[in-house]
């Protein structure tokens, strides 16, 4: 019995070395000075549908925030083409110490999760649930003017080589085109750049049936610029021509025509 005793006593301290104890893991605190690495910062849902593999043609409909880092300790929130408003911030505790204009006498605190890549800013006013929190980075964001920047977030989704399609009972080669994140374009037709509205004041002039606005600029002619329809499903983008119905004088509202023409782009 005595050595049955110590052979189960041998078998337990073998276990016990062979399965040690796990030590815990630490958890990972995300440096907050990362985050001021990307000067662009969109609200997460709004990123999301946009990047989406189809983008929803009511994405203008959506709520689209934006938190630009500009010069020295300057940062600006907006609301995606139509407002913007200005804060100083501070590190303290790896944390941001945001103040608003307007709202001195709040603190805002922004926290930097490394696993998911969010930025979360609480809001100075806790009963404004329309208020923006969460954040993520976008690279390659044009911010040196605010009034493109959601517009260069548009180029950035459309950027891309296509070929153009033949349409039903149409005869020709299919056409290699481009749209590059800058604005400009190779083969689409008859302007120079272009501006996609995903969002902001303007950007829902196109209804029944609602889609996505893009502005087509020529040199030159600024000021006038053609308004177009666009949807992306997929890799498949389509463009249509539109025609102001608004009433003179008042804001443009435009209907889908023609079908101007349909790109798949490459991968």
């Not at 490394?114 to 979360?120: A, E, M, Q, T």
């Not at 080669?173 to 008859?190: K, P």
């Not at 308004?227 to 608004?246: C, M, S, V, Y």
Request: with cysteine; aromatic share 10%.
């Amino acid at each position: 019995m005595k050595s049955l005793v110590q052979l189960l006593l041998f078998a337990v301290l073998f276990a016990s070395c062979q399965n040690p104890t796990p030590a815990p893991i630490k958890p990972v605190t995300a440096d907050i000075t990362a985050v001021l690495q990307h000067k662009y910062w969109v609200s997460k849902s709004f990123n999301d549908a946009l990047f989406a593999p189809n983008v929803t043609d009511t994405l203008s409909n959506l709520p689209c925030s934006e938190l630009v880092f500009g010069k020295g300790d300057t940062v600006y929130l907006t609301a995606c083409l139509s407002d913007a408003g200005r804060g100083t911030y501070k590190i303290a505790n790896n944390t941001l110490q945001i103040v608003w204009e307007g709202f001195e006498s709040k603190t805002c605190t922004g926290t930097f999760d490394d696993k998911s890549r969010i930025l979360h800013v609480t809001s100075p006013d806790s009963s404004n649930t329309y208020w923006p929190t969460d954040f993520v980075a976008q690279d390659g964001i044009d911010v040196n003017n605010m009034d493109n920047i959601t517009i260069n977030l548009g180029r950035k989704r459309l950027a891309g080589n296509y070929t153009k399609m033949a349409e039903k009972g149409e005869v020709g080669i299919a056409a290699l085109c481009e749209l590059h994140a800058d604005g400009t374009q190779v083969n689409f037709g008859d302007f120079d750049t272009y501006e996609p509205w995903p969002s902001g004041i303007g950007s829902g002039f196109i209804q029944n049936p609602q889609r996505a606005l893009m502005y087509l600029i020529k040199k030159g002619k600024e000021q006038d610029p053609t308004a177009a329809a666009w949807q992306l499903h997929g890799d498949t983008l389509r463009i249509w021509e539109t025609k102001n119905i608004g009433a003179e004088g008042d804001l443009p509202e435009y209907k889908v025509t023609k079908l101007q023409g349909t790109y798949l782009k490459s991968k």
